[in-house]
């Protein structure tokens, strides 16, 4: 397994998957109750870590990129699991 996914935080998959929901960093931060500028460092240690832009700015949101779409579904089935 790659370093850089091994020592990856876990808290780090709700932050995106969150993102994934909301598509904007504001919103995704006051769901989950956190500053905007730790959503948008949670969102930077992410694109090192999986060497993906993640979510790239359109006029209206921040849309996912392919590799993002690809870990949303996997993301959300990990978190669902862990909740129960």
């Known amino acids: 397994m790659d370093s850089s996914l091994a020592r990856l935080d876990l808290n780090l998959l709700a932050v995106f998957d969150m993102l994934m929901q909301e598509r ?5 931060a006051e769901r989950l109750h ?7 460092h949670a969102l930077g240690r992410l694109r090192v870590a999986l060497d993906d832009p993640l979510f790239v700015m359109s006029r209206r949101e921040m849309m996912p990129t392919e590799r993002a779409k690809a870990l949303a579904g996997p993301v959300r089935q990990a978190l669902a699991m862990l909740e129960q």
Do not use: M
Request: glycine share 0%.
């Open 24 to 28: 904007n960093v504001t919103r995704a």
């Open 34 to 40: 956190l500053s905007q500028s730790t959503v948008s």
